[in-house]
Nanobody
Framework: QLQVAESGGGLVQPGGSLRLTCAASGFTLEHHAIGWFRQAPGRERVALICISSSGGYTIYHDGVRGRFTISRDIAKNTVYLQMNSLDVEDTAVYYC???????????????WGKGTLVTVSS
């Protein structure tokens, strides 16, 4: 059964950093893409960044460019989202999602974790 699970959320001060983890099971990262999305209170879920099965990445949200990076550890079947220079506007529930290819549309990603809350506040 294909599953993903996020971890690493929490409270961080503005300007701080946090690394989120997406642990995959039931499939390998060499054959699936993993994308990170987020949903802020009262707002729609938006795509942030995605890493393909070949290891390339696509940034979907200009607001994270230069601050967020995505990486993976094939041996651990895990994808990471490193978030730097965090701002209060980054407060949201962060989700990772898996499918065969990257997409900036939530509806195209079929396997979702339950999300992890990131709160940026002083």
């Amino acid at each position: 059964q294909l599953q993903v699970a996020e971890s690493g959320g929490g409270l961080v001060q503005p300007g701080g950093s946090l690394r989120l983890t997406c642990a995959a099971s039931g499939f390998t990262l060499e054959h699936h893409a993993i994308g990170w999305f987020r949903q802020a209170p009262g707002r729609e879920r938006v795509a942030l960044i995605c890493i393909s099965s070949s290891g390339g990445y696509t940034i979907y949200h200009d607001g994270v460019r230069g601050r967020f990076t995505i990486s993976r550890d094939i041996a651990k079947n895990t994808v990471y989202l490193q978030m730097n220079s965090l701002d209060v506007e980054d407060t949201a529930v962060y989700y990772c999602a898996a499918d065969y290819i990257c997409s900036g549309y939530s509806s195209n990603m079929n396997y979702w974790g339950k999300g992890t809350l990131v709160t940026v506040s002083s």
